[in-house]
């Protein structure tokens, strides 16, 4: 038979079975946080018309678009999930309730140059509230609570969710006379953290710019207003009555940050950060970044922001809305660079690896039916092999549980239960080894896949 | 602004948020299910190389597939599960434990002629148990008992598992004299509950087969064998010694048949059935199909067997295993059309909405912080909308119950709870108002999301 070498594409990510486990967690709870907030799962397809998928056209990303042609069809894969969710809501606007809030976790795709740490294939989870028309703040208001229970409950503890408000950037700018160049400006400031105050200055100064050094003092003292939150907005107030949009943007600012403390977000995982402007002109007020304290150079690990226009290339309807977007591939990929993935949490495929050591085994399936019934996941081991290579098995697998049944279990009616940590074994009887090794594993399941 | 008219590619499902709900319920039980066998998680790219997707190429299947460049990659979306899962196995050979146990719920990619009913982009949920060089029979055996719970789970009760081996087929073909044409009386006979006795006699003794009427009606009057398990396996009986395959083939059923009581499968859902073969070559023993006892014309809904070489395209290695495979998708949808799913279930996002009147929320949102601590789906509507239009809202996303905090629920510190099934209202503290509506909620989640 002719032979091909197997291999796995690079960009696209294959986990190993213990690995995929940890992956399985964190997809878990991202489903059951997002759930919580009353957003619905939806899932839309991978594939798409290209016409439909690039209606809104041009830029970087098209030209990591994969597209094809399948008979007379022009496709292409989707390469986020916000293109998608705009054409759902515009397509089955008449079947769905507003404001509409869906969460979706799935595969997306980028041409992007191969390099470590790139994918290529990449799973985003994201939630999105859409309004028809209008959309009340407190939207905007909850995002930070969702962002604080999902990583909390993923084990995360060092990381601060930053705020900031388009509307106050753009109303500072125009203060400055810069109404026109405030995008621009906005592209800059967002890369402070990357190349410091040194060289923002400069390049607000420089030729593209070309703003005066009047002007770049006013925007790097702006952005260096710091503090607690408290501060942040009284020395905002500051600034109040000299501009519309400016003044709207504090409003907004203030009402996201009024009800934290009801929505339990502790202010030590919470900052207004005036330097966060997110680079899509498409956010037109609050906008979140969610970076880990311990690593800022992983960048934000969660962003999003508020928009006004969900889909105004597939309808004329107005569709604001509100969403954060968790880049999962990749954030799993750095977790596990950094060693912040806990081994504490149950990777194995089984609670309890039974392996039967008598001839007839009666007993060792009605034993796997009896653990199974009360919840545990069981395997049968039956492969003819001598007895260290079956624990050899188990350890590989890294099982909590084996439970031997020999004929000495055999005539008893019951089972060894061996804790593979601990290493003690206990007599039992099934009904009885079901709640032992149920005790163990309902304490593991509350451990946290992230460490810190 | 250009505008593009939002529409879903012909042969992709995409589900409304109350379809979708259902789905995903589906999907969970089946994670559920598979991870009590012990079988770990996989996930592995919907795009390959084509080289490797399409190693063992020719047929049918190869025709449908999506294949395209980029770069000069010359890549293939997945067709089916079983490819990636030999690739991963020879791939990753030496980091595996075996028997190595595996499901994926994943997308696959066909592109078939569209028709309703028909899919493109289709679930998957499969599982595979591979033994390194052997596997033990008890696996195969276990089958069954993984197909009872699953469908059980999901609220199935009138369906039959149907099980055969192919080796007691090739043993009792070779009998006849007929070894050599083993293979295309099989994929005849699995016609039978198409076309029926008459045509399929037809098509035994036509030009392309030519058997004798004799051998026809051996074959005719051995697939009629029926009765009960015992007394289809006590008839089998009679046709023991004269061909090593077939005595092989009967025992490994009769190993099959054994341990059903011990792995809690009812007789009345399992049925060994002569006629059955499975199209493929691919198998080797042990042969399953599941159809529903009141909707034959569907088809079998979950089918799978043993086979003894699942990667001889990528590697040397002997890796003989047992599979079985849900077309997901396909089954949602013929369930759908029958009315088969069930509106019992919960499919609104939330659990609870909650409907402040009062201008100050702080208390809507500690209420709804309380009952996300609960383990509630909680959704906060402060959209400035009429109160009917906000009553209008709960209703079409079908919440179990609506928070009302006015003015007096205000001063009280308490909210109103209306179960929207019964239109019962009840003034409660958060706290009280978890315990109550999780009672109910409680109750809801042990629907199954099919009836019958």
Redesign the interface.
Known sequence: ?????????SG??????GE??K??KMMEQLRKNY???????????????A??LL?KGGGETEKQV?R????D?D?ALRFDLTVPL???V???YG?????F??YQIG?V?R?ERAQRGRF??FYQADIDVI?DG???I??EA?IP?IIY?TFSSLGLTKFVIRVNNRKILSGFYALLGLAEKSGDIMRAVDKLDKIGTEKLRALLVGEELGLTDEQADEILRFISIGGSNAEVLAELEGYRGKNEIFDLGLDELKAVVA?LP???VPETNFAVDLTIARGLDYYTGTVYETTLTEHPEIGSVCSGGRYDDL??????RKLPGVGISIGLTRLFYVLSEQGLLSDAIIT???DV?IIPMAED???A??T??VL??A??????????KKFKAKMT?AN??RVPFVALIGEDELAQGKVSLKNMESGEQTLLTPAEAADAARRLIQEKECEKVIRG
Do not use: W
């Not at 889909?311 to 004329?316: M, Q």
């Open positions: 038979m002719k032979q091909i070498t197997p291999r796995t594409l696209f990510m294959e986990l190993l079975p995929q486990a992956m399985e759930s919580l907030f009353g957003f619905t799962a939806l899932d839309t397809p991978i594939i798409e018309s016409e439909v209606a994969y094809f042609t399948k008979g069809s496709l705009a054409k759902y515009a397509l089955h079947e769905l309730a507003f404001p809030r869906r595969k795709y041409g290529r294939e309004g209008q959309l009340d407190l939207n909850e609570s229970r009800y009801e929505f339990g889909a105004g290339y597939y309808t004329d194995s495929p089984a690896l085994l009666s007993f399936v009605q796997a039916t199974r019934d919840g545990l996941r069981v395997q049968l081991y039956t492969e003819k098995y590989k697998l």
